[in-house]
């Protein structure tokens, strides 16, 4: 019998906890959370005991056994349907050093720089990349997907174009979960939406009035023409042009840049990463220049450190959502990053003529099969073509797409008469005579004369321009290098392999590897997202259980898993509740009510919903203002939608008040959202849905052990009531529209969620959902319980044991907070004039990565210990920052001048403790080993603090070259 | 050095420097303060009208970004181009050479005092 997976989960064990709790004068864990939250939202007085959907906890061995029964339902074809996913080689290399690597997948987002440089200079490989291959002169660190970059193209073309109009053209032979997501994401927007049909003689009169088009390039039927007139025209009407372009294409067709767009999208997935029924990859935006303040998302820009060398940070954050909030310029926070980086990773390791092969392979074993297919009579349609071409078949498609996937393959069937197909760099010869079969020649597959047959892309369209020229892309061709490489950047960073990452409201919580072990295995990873139903019944399965249980735990009746970041849950809430009024006849309930303590993304989520933010205040001790509350209720009473409000709050305190909250909005005739950002601080002991929810997201990228990836990928579920159920997100091309529902009479019932897409694909992310299926089958239904308890208990703990050294901000009943607890540093700020920043990065000499800095309340810091961590982890934590509460009183009481002291000049690297003659007030030990624990176990930092400031005035967001760094 | 007890201010945290029809703006050294490292300025275009009280532009920092309001109704007669190429003059000397836009007014709406500014932000 294996221990409890349970206690392999969580860090503390029963002796540690006794220790905790007698520090904070409990007797149990149920008594400490029972004082802390309060009574009337309480579980048990919703529901029965043993009344759990929840099996019992499984071992890992026997999770691992039911994943490995659920995989074999899956069966893996050789995927030849396109549209946007094609199988691909990932490098062992790269599977194997950043994929299955904990060093790369159990980062954080890279806010805190000078401990992130490794993925970093991962990230600005794949700016310059993206930027290299599209020709445009900035790109990002990822979108979420390839549809959905295209609807933030689309956004960003209506900010910046001087048009006027509100009306945006849409590419008729573009991919059909494009069009969906356009359709549904405009609406919201009031932005009307054209379809034409684009071609090189479409003139100014075809178009109209707009504010920019939208061109896939190559076409979705894998056409291939050239939109230099389209795009021409558009700027001739004030208008931008998006251009949709496949990055493999590009190494063979001339650039979106160099045809003048102004704006180019996609997806990475074909470099190297696994389709994985649909996700998680990185989608990409690259930009003119001139656009890239209104560029979406994430962007790594260079800058120097103290010692002046060039360094790495997230620049023009202003940007985003946590800043701008409903000004923003998207809602998406979390990207795709380890999918970047192993994107990024694929071009470093092929280099600009290893690509180019394998795009002349897959354009040549293209032109192959179409050659084959002719000789034996088949009506191919499509003459200039990279990878994709279609194939008439009157009335006899579905017939040969049956043949095909008899003998194992997956064609496109477009329509009754249509049938698509693609190739990608997995196809073989031997593959395209099974295709060949398929439409009844096989046997004249081998007297294609392949030398005779004719290649080539329209010669007006040639690549001429280089990519991929830094030394980064044409050094490590010898795994040896590549493998070294992808050593020394994971060195320069800190993850939670390295110690614990007490970011509040992040929740970095274990990855466990036998979460992880299905997400590589061919049943999950080599399944495209459109493929027949047949072929993924163990995926539906799973998602079927999934949604039954996260329905469970949270107290809702129905689950969509398609929203691929938190983000994107927030908007499928929002659009769900806006569907929801407009069916009732009442589409003038546009306010959506948010606390000023609310997450950014919250009211850049609403506005992307169509609706109006109004702020409701907080009072002094960080709750939501009643008084302010009722009255902007009162003021909006007509016109009230949604109240968001984040539970636990984003104070990381449990508000007494959440029920008469949700109960006045409701009497309103609004509908109650609760982020479910801080869901850690009550699986177990009490459900959103008991409470007064309407709809909530949850991230399973934090409460459900999905690693954060470096800053992606996330999974965002939405989960509502049933009367929301029938506007939660859909899809055009899911196998199954049906989802679980939540029946009174403890039946097994079935809901269609007929709403408009959010994600590209059907399911998401879904690769990735066997890691919180295995968290959930593997804890069961105490285990969620004890781990928020464990949570609790950390953030109180630690909110005690630093009470003399830093202030707690908030605290809820009995002074307790939550599962995270905000430090006010402000008053050590006024008296010592050390800053948030300078505790932040002082730790990093400690060997800690900082708490959240100034999130929510500016001068703070807000600790999130988690459930992971142990007791020896907590205390060397709280003992690091009681060291720095010293060293700054040191400085307030004149040992060391202000300007001059370990905390100022923190972090130190190695060179700046042995280079040159130290001139400082402390010695060198006290500047690197402030502990003598530090001395043999060290985390270096590459760099020291990295001026912000210079990098936002100096932008540059492509990798520097290497003379940058002598 | 600018005698900044002969200007006027707003509840934005901006000052007015009044020559005859000619408002010079720019946003106090307090506004400067509370944004941080000023990063990128936008600034409404020459000849454009503007609304008193309307946002006409953006003041970006590393962390924060402050909004610019029109004073007053009238028309952009200068922008100041030195500060769109070095926006660190607005951290540097916000009464000076971090002004931000010279707008021509018919009437003078009403304007806080030194003293009145002073004491709205506890000085």
Redesign the interface.
Known sequence: MSQAFTQRHIGTDVDAQSHMLATLGYDSVEHLVSAAMPASIHADLFRQDGDSALPLAATENEAVAELRALASHNTVKRSMIGLGYYDTFTPAVIKRNVFENPSWYTAYTPYQPEISQGRLEALINFQTMIADLTGLTTANASMLDESTAVVEGMLLALRASKSGSRRFIVDADAFPQTHALLANRAAALGIELAQVALNEQTTAEDLGDYFGVFVQYPSGSGRIWNPQTVIDLAHEHKALAVVAADLLALALLKSPGDLGADVAVGTSQRFGVPMGFGGPHAGYMAVRKGLE?QLPGRLVGVSVDAAGHPAYRLAL??REQH??RDKATSNICTAQVLLAVMAGMYAVYHGPQGLKTIATRVHERAGALVAALRAIDVDVLTDAFFDTFQINVPAGAAEVVAKAAASGYNLHQVDANTISVSVDETTTLADLSYVVGAFGGRSAFGHVDFDAVQHGLPTDLDRTSEFLTHPVFNTHRSETSMMRYLKRLADYDYALDRGMIPLGSCTMKLNAASEMEAVSWPEFAGIHPFAPRADVEGYLHLVRQLETWLTDVTGYDTVSLQPNAGSQGELAGLLAIRGYHQSNGESARTVCLIPSSAHGTNAASAALAGMRVVVVACDELGNVDLVDLHAKIAEHAADLAALMITYPSTHGVYEHEVGTICAAVHAAGGQVYVDGANLNALLGFARYGDFGGDVSHLNLHKTFCIPHGGGGPGVGPVAAKAHLAAFLPGHPLAQSDEHYLLSSGGVSATVVHAGGPVSAAPYGSPSILPISWAYVRMMGVDGLKHATGAAVLAANYVAKRLENSFPLLYSGENGLVAHECILDLRPLTAATGISVDDVAKRLIDYGFHSPTM?FPVAGTLMVEPTESEDLGEIDRFIDAMIAIKGEADAVAAGRWPADDNPLHNAPHTAQSVIEGEWEHPYDRATAVYPLASLVRNKYWPPVRRID??YG??NLVCACPPPEAFE | MTDTSSLQYTAEHEWVLVDGSVATVGITAYAAEKLGDVVFVELPGVGSTVASGTVVGEIESTKSVGELFAPVNGTVTETNDAVVDSPELVNSDPFGAGWLIKVEFETLPTLLSFAEYSALIGE
């Open positions: 303040r954050q202003v800043i701008r100034s912000n400031a936002d005035r």
